[in-house]
């Protein structure tokens, strides 16, 4: 299994730094979540990375005694809430019959399904059906370092 606090230390690093300064139990929430599904937390660090990266304000949405989406954001004026999620890897093996550790040419099934599936769980826990990033870091044939993401609107 891969060392996914190691990995991607900058991003946990920088999460927690942004995270402690709001406050409301939101850190807390997040380092539980760390613990005990390391690549669903990662999978927000990450995304709130790769927004603030492309010029989005990036605040907090999430109530941490109802949930909702994650976060709310702004670019050009416009106003738009994302939640995240995370396809882990054990389920994407599980699902494309693809190893996460790949040698060479092989098979596999598509992962529609499984994508579509924990969007549409999520779905029902979030106001107004917001745009939704869905990730997974199951390594890629070439052994990069990726995430994929899926935005649905």
């Known amino acids: 299994m891969r060392d996914f606090l ?3 230390a900058l991003e946990i690093t920088e999460h927690r730094r942004w995270l402690k300064g ?24 990450v995304t709130r990375a790769f927004l603030v990266a492309q010029g989005v304000d990036v605040g907090l949405f999430e109530d941490t005694s109802k949930g909702g989406p994650d976060f709310l954001c702004s670019i050009g004026g416009e106003l738009f809430h994302i939640e995240v999620t995370c396809v882990t890897v054990d389920k994407v093996t599980s699902k494309s019959h693809l190893s996460d550790e ?17 969007l549409s769980s999520k779905a029902t826990n ?22 994929l993401w899926r935005t649905c609107y």
């Open 22 to 45: 709001k406050g409301g139990g939101h850190l807390k929430r997040w380092d539980d979540q760390l613990s005990h599904n390391p690549e669903s937390a990662i999978c927000e660090a």
């Open 126 to 147: 979030v106001l107004a059906e917001p745009p939704m990033s869905c990730g997974h870091w199951h390594t890629t044939p070439t052994g990069g370092r990726d995430v």
């Open 6 to 8: 190691s990995e991607y």
């Open 102 to 118: 790949p040698h060479g040419p092989c098979g596999y099934t598509l992962l529609t399904d499984a994508f579509r599936g924990e």
